[in-house]
T-cell receptor, first 112, second 111 residues
Framework: EAGVAQSPRYKIIEKRQSVAFWCNPI?????LYWYQQILGQGPKLLIQ????????DSQLPKDRFSAERLKGVDSTLKIQPAKLEDSAVYLC??????????FGPGTRLTVT | GENVEQHPSTLSVQEGDSAVIKCTYS??????FPWYKQELGKRPQLIID?????GEKKDQRIAVTLNKTAKHFSLHITETQPEDSAVYFC??????????FGTGTRLLVSP
């Protein structure tokens, strides 16, 4: 089966600009996650969707980050405006059941 | 909420030696404990997992043990090979299908 797809793979922007990331989960996976992974750290959950509903967004900086999952399949994560500390790899993951999560290749964001 | 601590942060071994990475968790309701391997510049990949109703699970050279009473679980890699070099993350469930990750262990296997 095809894995989790993400785009773009790399993005460089200046602070205060906006950026959007796209994720297509594994077919049939109802749960979708967005993580932020800062260099040298473990992934930190930003938002979790179950179908097209938000299950957990407690660690999403809502003043600048937003995410949606229309039709319960693809998802987009947006940052507006970006800050230097947003430089990280943004990972998307999906799961069908029982917590087994499969990760996409990630988008490496550099904010200058 | 759940807190996961992972040790050591770095681990260097000779090829053929065993490697052990340990994690502790705080939420007694956690019931699923996966381990991920992340090579440089690549995605985390699930290598083994264990559920709270099992004390030990093995898959070839990799094994995971769980002590629910002490709230800790460990990854054991035997007969290490250079291709085992990577960062390993443990995780534990918190709430509905949500994982909290440890800080990672960088494993270096020298030929």
């Amino acid at each position: 089966e095809a894995g989790v797809a993400q785009s773009p793979r790399y993005k460089i922007i200046e602070k205060r600009q906006s950026v959007a990331f796209w994720c297509n989960p594994i077919s049939g996976h109802a749960t979708l996650y967005w993580y932020q992974q800062i260099l040298g750290q473990g992934p930190k959950l930003l938002i979790q969707f179950q179908n097209n509903g938000v299950v957990d967004d407690s660690q999403l900086p809502k003043d600048r980050f937003s995410a949606e999952r229309l039709k319960g399949v693809d998802s987009t994560l947006k940052i507006q405006p970006a800050k230097l500390e947003d430089s990280a790899v943004y990972l998307c993951a999906s799961s069908r059941w029982a917590e087994e999560q499969y990760f996409g290749p990630g988008t490496r964001l550099t904010v200058t | 909420g759940e807190n996961v601590e992972q040790h050591p942060s770095t681990l260097s071994v000779q090829e053929g030696d065993s490697a052990v990475i340990k994690c502790t968790y705080s939420d007694s309701a956690s019931n699923y404990f996966p381990w991920y391997k992340q090579e440089l510049g690549k995605r985390p990949q699930l290598i083994i997992d264990i559920r709270s109703n099992v004390g030990e699970k093995k898959d070839q050279r990799i094994a995971v043990t769980l002590n629910k009473t002490a709230k800790h679980f460990s990854l054991h890699i035997t007969e290490t090979q250079p291709e085992d070099s990577a960062v390993y993350f443990c995780a534990a469930t918190s709430g509905f299908q949500k994982l909290v990750f440890g800080t990672g262990t960088r494993l270096l296997v020298s030929p």
